[in-house]
């Protein structure tokens, strides 16, 4: 009997301890990711008792607040599909993306604060969250939208000194409203065009000849002084069965001239003398196969190292083909580190954090990501993009008094017109201003995306605080 008695009381100690262990198991290591999950009810329970922080553009202008009807709060989203990419949605039943996740324990004032987090814990009504001041200017945004949503694409404005970015857009969008969404939500994910992705930081594209600003900073670093080379293009060149195909015969150019005209057989030449090695090394210089964090989520950019084993690969990756895409922020970024001197800065999209009364609580600090050139390089790459929109294939990004930096590129897909983009940095000896565009199946960058590229330029230059 007394062996029966104590088997059964280590029996029932060893249940104490597995539950013990299977409870520390649940807070401890998965309890974080539990409480992330939007089918948990215990965070939204919580939040109900606070009032979310709001959203605004640089210049105070509300995008997002949470409004009280009753006992509950709704989030009011007030340009919709203007700011949808960035602040994401937040919804009961669909959970939160864009900056509404990113931030959400700033939003709700709970990060950092353990006042704060008993008092919602037990009960206490009436709490504000902290407000976000993001770097966007709110007019850019509106005139980027406005431009832009005629088209599938994506643009991207910031200053490259900075690393701020003034304005990001995304066509087609969709409705953030919480209560639309949940009502069609099926209907929205199977909309064309795909309004949920964002084009302009998870997007990945060919990058097509925006690409050649970075083999001419590859190539003038491997042979210093190529800027006097001459090249004799046909119109065409032949690697090993593949002929890379141009518009027309060049005829002699130098790498100023080649950018100017967007020379596939320069450029692709000139991929083959850098060899695969050095390029892969001068890509990785710009960032390819890094990752680098952002506000809201962005896709790395792959790194095709293992297609320029051919030289074919090596070819059309010279001139922004094959296997190489890029996302438009990235190459937004790209652009920007050619007109800083070769110093690429970390994108951010909040400026500040505010408490509810209006301390500032957290500011953004411009960071430096790379040093991908020397001042040197960047310096002559930048003086041949300023030749594309001088006499080149950029005429179009062209502003009076203003001397514009660019490059346009038209990357061939196997689905259609080819996707016309354009890069630049304005002014160009003393940038306040970076810009990527993309128009999918846009045809000529110099004709599609060259003009919108232009007028976000106009604009962000006419803004006193830049």
């Known amino acids: 009997m007394q062996k029966s008695i104590k088997g059964f009381r ?68 007030y340009f919709g599909r203007i700011y949808a990419h960035i602040t994401g949605y937040e919804s009961r039943r669909l959970g939160k993306t864009g900056l509404e996740s990113s931030y959400d324990s700033q939003l709700l004032g709970l990060k950092g604060s353990l006042k704060k987090s008993l008092e919602v814990r037990w009960g206490v009504k009436g709490i504000r969250g902290n407000d976000l001041y993001l770097t966007i200017d709110h007019q850019l945004q509106l005139k980027a939208w406005d431009l832009l949503s005629p088209y599938t694409g994506a643009a991207v404005v910031l200053n490259p000194k900075t690393g701020e970015i003034l304005a990001l857009v995304s066509s087609p969008s969709f ?40 083999t001419a900073a590859i190539g003038l670093k491997k042979f210093p002084g190529i800027e006097s080379y001459v090249y004799d293009c046909s119109g065409e060149i032949k690697i090993r069965g593949r002929i890379l195909k141009d518009l027309r015969a060049h005829g002699l150019v130098n790498l100023k001239r080649a950018l100017a005209v967007s020379c596939n057989s320069y450029f692709a030449n000139l991929g083959l003398r850098v060899g695969a090695e050095d390029f892969a090394s001068g890509l990785a210089a710009f ?142 000896r003393d940038p306040r201003v970076a810009v990527s565009v993309i128009i999918e199946h846009g045809g000529q960058g110099g004709r599609a995306a060259a003009p919108i590229a232009r007028e976000l330029m106009r604009m962000a230059l006419a803004r006193g605080w830049l």
């Open 10 to 77: 280590f029996f029932i100690i060893g249940c104490f301890v597995l539950y013990a262990i299977y409870l520390v198991y649940f807070v401890i290591w998965r309890g974080p990711v539990l409480n992330r999950e939007s089918a948990n009810p215990r965070p939204w329970i919580l939040e109900n008792r606070i009032q979310r922080g709001g959203i605004f553009a640089r210049g105070g202008e509300k995008i997002a607040e949470s409004i009280a009807v009753g006992e509950h709060f709704f989030r009011k989203y």
């Open 175 to 214: 409705d953030p409203d919480p209560l639309y969404l949940e009502k069609n939500w099926e209907t929205v994910k199977r909309e064309p065009g795909h309004p949920l992705v964002n084009r302009a930081t998870v997007g990945l594209y060919p990058p097509g000849s925006t690409l050649k600003i970075v």
């Open 287 to 428: 960032g390819w196969g890094k990752d680098y964090s952002l506000d809201v989520p962005a896709e790395p950019i792959p790194f095709p190292k293992d297609s320029f084993a051919k030289l074919e690969g090596l070819a059309e990756a010279a001139i922004g083909q094959g296997k190489i895409v890029v996302s438009p922020l990235f190459m937004a970024m790209v652009a920007g580190t050619i007109g800083n001197g070769g110093v690429m800065m970390k994108p951010y999209l909040v400026r500040e954090i505010r408490s509810h009364e209006g301390s500032v609580i957290w500011k953004g600090q411009p960071q430096v990501l790379r040093v991908a050139v020397s001042s040197d390089i960047a310096a002559k790459v930048r003086d041949a993009m300023i030749e594309v929109v001088k006499s080149g294939t950029g005429v179009a990004a062209a502003l009076p008094g203003i001397e514009v930096a660019g490059k346009t590129g038209s990357a061939e897909n196997p689905t259609g017109e080819p996707h016309a983009w354009f890069v630049a940095f304005a002014p160009a």
